[in-house]
């Protein structure tokens, strides 16, 4: 067996919604069916017990090494505790070879699933050892760092159930929230508007402490000190148990409570060294520690921090008894689980040795050890939820320290006897003010129930019912896609939206190219979802790139289908057929939002067929307005769009509207037919936007379809009385399109320039120019600069077998080099002729066309 070709589908893709991986596995004869493996089943399950029910997908199909696989990969990722479920495999046309699929939730854990998995079904079919503990061991550690912080996911949780969309933006906590100008980002429990004067405020403990004592808020007094003796002069200038802590410190490191002998203080202040030059001695205040968590101006949730303990047993050890409480799979040694672990330092050796034990010390049973005197969570500690118990002048006090400092989500730690009291009636006070505070104590308290904290910073960020997205229009089609993206953007241009667009020429924003190249793909369009300055978004969506790694986005608002062709990459990625092509195509409709619409050609019976699979409505256009599916989505008060001899109508029920042909220039009043179904679509999808038809109208007019504008779009010059057109048409279906547009051009004499792509099966090769050789007088044939793995003079010679039976062509030749080729047709132009030259290098040869047009 053997594992090619990796992808990782990172949305909504051609085999379902997840997030997964999909890889191309290659079987040997006898791996086609593990049944023909003698006990091969057997040792498998002996080495992975837990595998799932091996089973293929069709009563034809037979269970191979490579079904296998995909329920090893699976299963390896649901036992590391991974939240997977979904798997499939597919055979390809080529025997013996197969696509398999299995879900991730992060994609590292599921690359490397499927990495053991093949190791496992090796080490199965070689009767070799395989160790599975270490295996999902590793998993799993991987899955910890990987995998967002329970604080994160909380956030990330309560936003998906709004609708909210979210990207990690780095392998850690770093998240954005929607879309465009819409997006809010956060990290961690800090948002993009937590004010970096309020973080460095709350930093500073001593000024923290001047800023709540001048709003009224009670605090311990206390100083800065310089060394480690004039922390003990601090101590007896306060007088009683005291605090040492660094004065910029978090999560409770270094820091040292009710401490009182000189001995002890020199200590502590050596410890907190350790985390800061900077330290801080202040008064002790007795009671218990609580902390409460203010989230814009609500105190949403408050708990009871215990101190790490154990209880003795009589038998065994202070380490014996911690190691144990580390047991508890709550615990873990970071941050991703609801519980830290208590771990062992000079602060835990020193707070058992004021209560006369060391770790080997066999504590009497019912005694009480403590391992620390601060209650942090990230030192081991443990919370009891006391949310409903919190007095309303604690809460008050609690928000006006946060507002004090600054902060939007702010976690107060309070020390008193009790939260159902004000602090100033038994002499509480708020000991510290943290920003980015941790939400675990909240989220899964060790007692008490947990509160919702993500969904309340939600809240805080976005307003009731908003989900943060912008409008998305992902358009899909062999032919048409650039020109309907193109116009589509220009309708909401002028509606007042500053839009981002990719398409086959680049990703632009606010009408400005940003980058270039072929940008139809779901990387570009993720680059203009993060962009900050749009308001709407138009997607070019191309089946490769739709193939190579999913959809950039979960759903959209319009899906445009102009069509299907025959010509369109078949043959590639184990795509054989127009109804396999239709199917990626079709993804698009199938992730339209349950508001949204998709607009479909109801003259292709292919796309047409899609419309059963929205999940929104749907919006026909044609140009024949007695299309049996154009009349009988009319006839059930639906949406559609259709021409009516010199108008584009859009109608729904008995409303009409018109839009003359004449006032729409790309279509030369409708003489073009791809032109007004490029037309029809940008009008239905301006209908599904709500866009205001005035707005339309003007849209309709002002669009130009220039070589500056669209390139390569049937981009038309003079050229010494001759007409010429530049397009990028590359398959049989837009070779057809355009032959038809040109025909309703008059002209002496009709010329073409043509290549052929490589990548393009033979027979879509051979098609371009037996139509071409029907409806032109001269054909030109040129190679182009990249034959896309054809040897030397391949795409020619095919080329010319087109042309064995020309009813029109009478003169055929052959160039080498687009250039020389597109010089060679001008040079043989006259005056009344029409030459159709059919692009490669976009840019470039439009740049030639044009300076050849200004030499005349």
């Known amino acids: 067996m053997e594992v090619s070709r990796i992808r990782a589908l990172r949305g909504p893709n051609l085999w379902s919604r997840h997030t997964s991986i999909e890889a191309i596995v290659s079987c040997t004869e006898a791996e086609r069916a593990i049944d023909a493996i003698p006990d091969f089943e057997v040792r498998l399950r002996a080495r992975f017990p837990e595998l799932g029910f091996l089973q293929p997908t069709s009563h034809e199909e037979t269970i191979s090494m490579a079904h296998a696989l995909e329920f090893a990969a699976l299963g390896l990722q649901a036992q590391a505790g991974c939240p997977v479920t979904f798997s499939r495999t597919t055979a390809t046309l080529e025997p013996g070879v197969f696509q398999v699929v299995v879900e991730y939730s992060e994609e590292a854990v599921g690359r490397l699933a499927f990495e053991l998995a093949e190791e496992l079904c090796k080490a199965a079919l070689a009767d070799a050892p395989f160790d599975l503990d270490a295996v999902l061991a590793r998993l799993r550690e991987l899955d910890e760092d990987e995998r967002l912080g329970p604080s994160t996911g909380a956030i990330v949780k309560a936003a998906v159930a709004r609708g909210i969309p979210y990207r990690r933006l780095t392998t850690g906590s770093l998240v954005q929230f929607g879309w465009g100008s819409r997006q809010r980002r956060i990290q961690a429990a800090e948002t993009d508007r937590s004010s970096a004067i309020a973080e460095a405020i709350a930093q500073d403990k001593e000024l923290t402490k001047k800023l709540l004592g001048a709003a009224g808020v009670p605090v311990p007094s206390g100083r800065p000190v310089a060394d480690a003796e004039d922390a003990w002069t601090a101590a007896q200038e306060i007088g009683g148990p005291v605090v040492v802590k660094p004065q910029d410190g978090n999560q409770g490191k270094g820091v040292a409570v009710n401490i009182q002998s000189r001995e002890q203080v020199l200590a502590a202040y050596a410890a907190a060294a350790e985390f800061s030059s900077n330290i801080l001695v202040e008064r002790f205040m007795p009671g218990h520690d609580f902390r409460l968590l203010v989230i814009g101006d609500r105190l949403v949730a408050a708990a009871r921090r215990d101190p790490p303990q154990v209880i003795g047993d009589g038998r065994r050890s202070v380490r014996e008894l911690v190691e144990q409480v580390n047991s508890d799979p709550r615990r873990s040694d970071g941050h991703a689980t609801s519980l830290t672990k208590i ?35 990230s030192t081991g500690g443990t919370a009891t939820d006391v949310t409903d118990d919190v007095h309303p002048e604690v809460a008050a006090a609690a928000i006006a320290a946060a507002q004090m400092i600054g902060l939007d989500i702010c976690g107060i730690d309070v020390v008193c006897d009790s939260v159902l009291k004000p602090l100033q009636e038994q002499g509480g006070g708020i000991v510290e003010v943290n920003a980015a505070p941790g939400l675990r104590m909240h989220l899964s308290p060790s007692f008490g ?366 160039i080498r080099g687009e250039f020389p080729a597109i010089d060679a047709a001008l040079a043989r132009l006259q005056s009344g002729d029409l030459c159709l030259i059919l692009i490669d290098q976009v840019e470039e040869a439009l740049a030639h066309i044009a300076k050849r047009i200004a030499e005349t």
């Not at 109208?697 to 057109?725: C, E, K, Q, W």
């Open 343 to 377: 771990r062992f330092d000079d602060i835990a050796l020193a707070t058992l040795s004021r209560q006369g034990y060391t770790a080997d010390t066999i504590p009497p049973k019912g005694a009480r050890v403590v391992l620390r005197n601060n209650a942090n969570l």
């Open 449 to 814: 129930k947990g509160r919702a904290v993500g969904e309340a910073i939600v809240g805080m960020m976005f307003t009731a019912g908003e989900n943060a997205r912008i409008p998305v229009v992902a358009v899909a089609g062999t032919n048409g896609k650039t020109t309907t993206v193109r116009l589509t953007a220009h309708l909401l241009t002028l509606a007042g939206n500053r839009v981002g667009m990719t398409n086959s020429d680049g990703v632009y924003i606010e009408r400005e190219r940003i980058d270039s190249g072929d940008c139809s793909g779901p990387k570009s369009a993720r680059n203009v979802l993060l962009h900050p300055d749009v308001d709407a978004a138009v997607f070019e969506t191309a089946r490769g790139g739709v193939l190579r790694e999913g959809l950039a986005f979960d759903r959209c608002d319009v899906a445009i289908v102009t069509n299907i062709g025959m010509g369109d990459h078949l043959g590639l990625s184990y795509i054989s057929t127009v109804e396999d092509l239709a199917v990626v195509k079709r993804i698009v409709v199938e992730n339209v939002a349950p508001h949204g619409i998709a607009v479909l050609n109801a003259a292709d019976p292919i796309v047409a067929a899609m419309a059963a699979s929205c999940p929104g409505t749907v919006t026909f256009f044609a140009s024949d307005r007695h299309h049996p599916v154009i009349a009988t989505h009319r006839a059930q008060g639906q949406r559609v769009v259709y021409r009516d001899d010199r108008d584009i109508v859009a109608a729904e029920g008995k409303h009409e509207l018109r839009f003359a042909l004449a006032d729409i220039p790309i279509t030369r009043n409708g003489a073009i037919a791809f032109q007004v179904e490029n037309a029809m679509a940008a009008i239905a999808a301006a209908w599904a936007l709500d866009l205001d038809w005035t707005v339309v109208r003007r849209g309709l007019d002002s669009f130009v379809n220039d070589a500056a504008t669209a390139p390569g779009r049937f981009n038309m010059f003079d050229y010494r009385g001759a007409t010429l057109i530049a397009d990028y048409g590359h398959n049989p279906d837009a070779i057809l399109a355009l032959v038809q547009a040109v025909e309703n051009i008059p002209a002496t004499r009709r010329l073409v320039v043509i290549s052929g792509a490589g990548d393009r099966r033979d027979v879509d090769i051979r098609q371009q120019t037996e139509i071409l050789g029907d409806a032109f007088d001269a054909v030109i044939l040129y190679q182009d600069q990249c034959q896309r793995g054809r040897a030397d003079g391949e795409v020619l010679a095919l080329l010319r077998q087109g042309l064995a039976h020309a009813k029109r062509a009478t003169t055929v030749e052959e």
